[in-house]
């Protein structure tokens, strides 16, 4: 990555992560854990399967950089994938932690797709 970055004159806080279902939630862990090499800009998250959110409070915890992480979750109201308590718990466990800036939100009448309202939603907010 860090040679296209340097290609195009971009830095690390150029960069958006995008990410879908389990996708999604790698890119969500890997923000929120630090595993990037450098912070980014933020990331929007569509149908996010982020696994043991108890565990993601933990690793939120013992960041010893603060600067925010901006994310942007969205599911489908539908989504059977991650049920709205699933959602509700992932929240909760971050909101401890006011430097992960978590935005969740909500795509009516939405199952578990990344479909032509996801792309409108997705372009709606590149210009974070």
Same mark, same amino acid.
């Given at each position: 990555?860090?040679?296209?970055?340097?290609?195009?004159?971009?830095?690390?806080?150029?960069?958006?992560?995008?990410?879908?279902?389990?996708?999604?939630?790698?890119?969500?862990?890997?923000?929120?854990?630090?595993?990037?090499?450098?912070?980014?800009?933020?990331?929007?998250?569509?149908?996010?399967?982020?696994?043991?959110?108890?565990?993601?409070?933990?690793?939120?915890?013992?960041?010893?950089?603060?600067?925010?992480?901006?994310?942007?979750?969205?599911?489908?109201?539908?989504?059977?994938?991650?049920?709205?308590?699933?959602?509700?718990?992932?929240?909760?466990?971050?909101?401890?932690? @006011?430097?992960?800036?978590?935005? @969740?939100?909500?795509?009516?009448?939405?199952?578990?797709?990344?479909?032509?309202?996801?792309?409108?939603?997705?372009?709606?907010?590149?210009?974070?």
């Amino acid at each position: 990555v860090q040679g296209s970055l340097d290609k195009y004159g971009l830095t690390w806080k150029n960069v958006v992560l995008a990410g879908f279902g389990k996708g999604a939630g790698l890119l969500f862990y890997a923000s929120v854990a630090r595993l990037l090499p450098q912070q980014v800009a933020g990331g929007v998250f569509f149908n996010a399967i982020v696994p043991f959110p108890a565990f993601l409070a933990e690793k939120a915890a013992k960041r010893t950089d603060r600067t925010p992480v901006k994310m942007f979750t969205i599911w489908g109201s539908r989504d059977s994938s991650t049920p709205s308590n699933y959602r509700q718990a992932l929240q909760q466990a971050l909101r401890k932690y @006011p430097e992960v800036q978590c935005t @969740p939100d909500t795509l009516p009448e939405n199952d578990h797709v990344f479909d032509e309202k996801s792309i409108s939603v997705l372009t709606s907010l590149l210009p974070l």
